[in-house]
């Protein structure tokens, strides 16, 4: 959306314009006719438009936004700050806003679905927003509150953290009322490089990054015994979890790195090609 009200000034400076195009910008504001007006003008002037999703692109390209000047480019992770995890047993980790495209609300019901099976295990939430309340009323509804934790809004290093002592990894996203989606959670990638499997939904760009069966497990939204059947499988077959997380952080360091996307938007802006590591630490990944 900033891209679209700069783009007039860009064109009279003679500046390249590229602009980044995520989950609202490509699923809410289309759909207000001032902004698909905008957008038009923007994908006539600009030189590229990035999105973080192929899914993201096909929505551009279906309100006039043509194929050539699109480029998917996920937004990278630094692997050297995501370390495997040790994967304490029955640990499920959620990251993300309380909001309803990311319905941590669903992933309770599911948690609360399995948790006379495994109890070991627990679920904790990273986060904070809207569907707080909601969550947590949850939780007191179904006796969870010794097994179901809620960290509030917390800093990436905790977030690092968690990732290192989580089993599995739990994004149940969904399209929420206003068209809202994701374009690709960052967090699914941080999550993949902590060799975490995830389990969550076919929703935007997330099936472009977890392999179903593979890296992890994937649902439709709202199915939310799916989801619950999901992590009971995981929860009882660890071996099997600890493989998919293991392919899961092969899979990041072969595509989703911040090295991939510097050389993504190289090869977009046509500029030359840099062959040297993002940082000293980058050489030590394995």
Known sequence: TIGALFARACRRAGVRLYVHAHGADSTVMPRKQTWRRRYRRLFASADGIITPSRFIADRLIQIGCPNEKLHVSPCGILPEHFTPSKRESGRLLVVGRFVEKKSPHLTIEAFARIASRFPEARLDLVGDGPLMARSRALVEQENLADRVIFHGYRSTEFVQGMMQNAAIFVQHSVTARNGDMEGLPVSILEAMASALPVVAT????????????ETGVLVEEHDIKGTAEALASLLADTRRAARMGDA?????????????????LRRAMALPAIAEPLDIEERQVQ
Not at 202 to 213: F, K, L, N, T
Not at 248 to 264: N, P
């Open 202 to 213: 076919r929703h935007s760009g997330i099936p472009e990054a977890v392999v179903d069966g």
């Open 248 to 264: 899961g952080r092969r899979r990041v360091l072969d595509h989703f790195t911040q090295r991939h996307t510097r050389d993504r």
